[in-house]
Structure formats: C-alpha cells, structure tokens
C-alpha cells in the first residue's frame, strides 16, 4: 500500500531550497561512507585472527543455552550445529553476537570474562583495537546504537545510510513530502522540524530497546516526521493523495488526520507481522514527532490559509489542467477533468471545452460520462441555454449516427 500526498489547489510552488539542501547533504555523506565495506571487512578479518575468535563465540554458545539470542541475529544462527565448534559453526556465531546487545553488554561488563582469567589482558585490548578499527568507517562512528549512549549519534545517524537502496528510498519520499511541506511552513521551520523529528525518532527507538546493539542509521526517522507533520498541518481538511495498491492507482483526497493515522497503522502493521532490520520504532516515532509538531503548525494563520481550498481558484486550475492534458492529446483524462468543472459551473466556455474534449473519445467512460452531463443539463440563463441546446443537439446527433 502506497499514500503519496500531492499538492493542494492553495498552495503555491516555491523552491524548496531545506529540502535540496537536505538531499545534497544526504547524498554527500554517503559518498563519504564509499569504502565503509573494505574498513569494515579488515576489523572483521582482524577480529578472526586475534583472541576474540578463540574466546568469544565459546562464550556466546554458553550465552545461548540460556538466553534467547537477539532477534536480528536469528537468522545468522541458523546453520548453527550443537556440539563441539567447527571453523563455520565459530564464524556464525562470531557474526551473531555482534548484534546481540544484552550480550555484549555482559561481555564487555566483565561478567563472562573476568579479570582474574589469564586472557582478560589480550582480550580486553584486542577488543579495543577491534572497535577502534571498526569505528574507523563513517557508518560505525555515526550510527546510533541505543546501547552504546553515544549522544552525537542521534544528529549524525540520520545522514547516513546503508546501502544504495536505502538512500534513494529515503530521498524520494523527502522530496515527494518535504517540498509540499516547506511551501506551507517555510525554510526555517521546516529545517527544525526535519531535525527535531529525527531527534524524537532515535529517542523512542532508544526507550523501546535501550540494549539494541543493531546500527540505526538513515533519514527514515525524519522523513516520517515530515510526512506526519504534511498530514496534520492539514488536519480536518481533505489533502490529495494519490492512493496504490497493488496495481491500482487512483487519486482522491483524505482528511490529513486520517492520513497519519493509516501511515501510523501501516508501520505498526508491517513491524508485527513482517519483522525485519528496517527500523520500524523510528518511522513510528517520527510520524508522531511531526504529527504533534503538524497541528501546532496547522493553526498558524499563515498555514492554514494555504491549506484552505479557494472555491474561486480551483475552477481556473482545474480548466488549465485541462489544457495541459489536451495539449499531450490525452483528450480523455482532460475531458475527465472538465467534468469535475462543470458540475458546479454556470459559464458556456466551460461545457464548450468540455465537448470539445469529450467529442475525440465518445466510446471512453469519460467520454459517456461527458454526453449524459450535457444532456442532463437544464440550464435557466440565456447564454447558457443557448450554447447547451446547440451542445445537446450535436450529441443526439452524434449517437443517433449516419442516416
């Protein structure tokens, strides 16, 4: 399921200059994570020749019998055989308890390995090296990880991203959401909630697991924010939407209310029943963050104005719609939207152009539907009268046909 907000009639298009600032900055910093992959593969390569092969997968297996492993690491421990370890069995079990955070916090506590062990020495530096070694990519040192209270990572971790993928996902719904909500709210403010937002989204991940060892990175949380502040700075009224499922595509207009409250359902849903490594705590929290901030910004008088629909304006931007879909000859689609013209309209271009577009697409719905509104029509005013009977005639002739 797929909501994407479109603009509304009263808002105008202004350069949305935070959100290609936000973008550039999004796209800069991954290009600076480029070699993340080769940093993080030689502080792995170095985790497996050093004393941390040798001593902690042993103790993770012990760990295991009796905790339940984190459940990002499940998968990882799938091919794991009991008994003794082999080679493969250690190599899983040394990628599983990297994401494991209760683990690592009793391992790094000094509960699985005390000082007293004759070890402790070798492991406790080697362990050192390797953080220092994997914190040497840009994702490690930035990403927020809830258990490791690293504080400046609630700023740095939503400008990074984990893949290709990841950042488009990100940047396309920025931009889809950020540009209709800086053209309400401006450049400053829109600037603070992004980062406010991104802010609340790392802290309610924080306080749903504060022991996640899991890297938490990406926009995610504050383009939620944006998208639930768009929804409720409309508030109670009707934003338009174009609405996918599936294959089908359609556009409509929800209450902005209702809006957030679907995304909101649909996050929860899909952290349910479809678990995965998305971070589903943060758009949750995000979408509340903006929402809350959203109805402060909805009263505001400056911004509910632009979100007010002009009763005098939507019939001119609907004709010019119009225009623009004759212009590409798709003479059904702007037949279409005539008729949403003329059903409260009582001037005679308006059903003239609505004819003039139905005329080349009778067999179509929107060509019928065109036909049936003309004939319908029982209009008072002279001019008006006048130009419907002249129109009415043509159709009668048109589907009574030759001869």
């Known amino acids: 399921m797929l909501i994407v907000p479109l603009r509304g009639p009263g808002v105008r298009k202004t350069v949305p200059l935070a959100v290609i600032l936000l973008v550039i900055a ?22 497996q020749q050093s ?5 902690e997968p042993d103790l993770y297996q012990r760990w295991l019998k009796d ?23 250690r190599a899983l079990l040394a990628m599983a308890l990297q994401i494991d955070g209760p683990f690592l916090t009793a391992l790094e506590s000094g509960q699985l390995i005390v000082p007293a062990n004759a070890q402790w020495t070798e492991w406790r530096q080697a362990r050192s090296q390797y953080l ?89 949380g504050a383009v939620s924010g944006v998208m639930g502040a768009l929804a409720t700075t409309y508030g109670a009224r009707m934003i ?35 678990p995965s490594n998305v971070n ?49 000859l798709n003479f059904e689609s702007a037949a279409h939207t005539m008729l949403s013209v003329v059903r409260g309209s009582q001037q005679a271009e308006d059903w003239q152009l609505l004819w003039a577009y139905a005329r080349h697409v009778l067999p179509t719905r929107s060509g019928q539907a065109a036909q049936q509104a003309i004939l319908a029509e029982r209009p008072q005013r002279g001019e008006l009268r006048q130009v419907l009977l002249a129109l009415q005639a043509e159709v009668r002739r048109r589907q009574a046909g030759p001869g």
């Open 132 to 220: 220092t070694r994997l914190r040497a990519g840009v994702a490690h040192a930035g990403a927020f990880i809830p258990r490791e209270h690293r504080w400046h990572t609630f700023l740095t971790s939503m400008f990074l991203h984990g893949g290709p993928s990841h950042l488009i996902g990100n940047m396309v719904f920025l931009w889809l959401a950020g540009v209709l909500l800086e053209s309400l709210v401006g450049f400053m403010r829109f600037l603070g909630l992004y980062l406010l937002t991104g802010l609340l989204s790392c802290g309610l991940s924080w306080a749903l697991a504060p022991t996640s060892a899991i890297l938490e990175l990406g926009a995610s």
């Open 280 to 328: 589903r705590a943060a758009h949750i929290g995000g979408l509340l963050a903006g929402a809350l901030v959203g109805m402060v910004q909805g009263r505001r008088k400056d911004v509910a104005q632009k979100t007010e629909e002009n009763p005098q304006d939507l019939p001119r931007q609907m004709r010019d719609r119009a225009r623009r879909q004759a212009a590409d």
């Open 240 to 274: 338009p939407c174009l609405f996918n499922i599936g294959l089908y595509a359609w556009r409509g207009r929800m209450q902005g209310y209702w809006l957030a409250g679907v995304w909101v359902v649909w996050e929860g849903v899909q952290w349910v029943l479809f």
């Open 26 to 47: 999004n796209v800069l910093v991954f290009l600076w994570q480029s070699n993340d992959d080769k940093k993080e593969a030689a502080a792995f390569e170095f985790y």
């Open 51 to 55: 004393v941390l092969f040798r001593i």
């Open 67 to 89: 905790h339940p492993p984190a459940r990002q690491a499940r998968a990882a421990l799938r091919g794991l055989k009991d008994g003794p370890l082999s080679e493969h069995d």
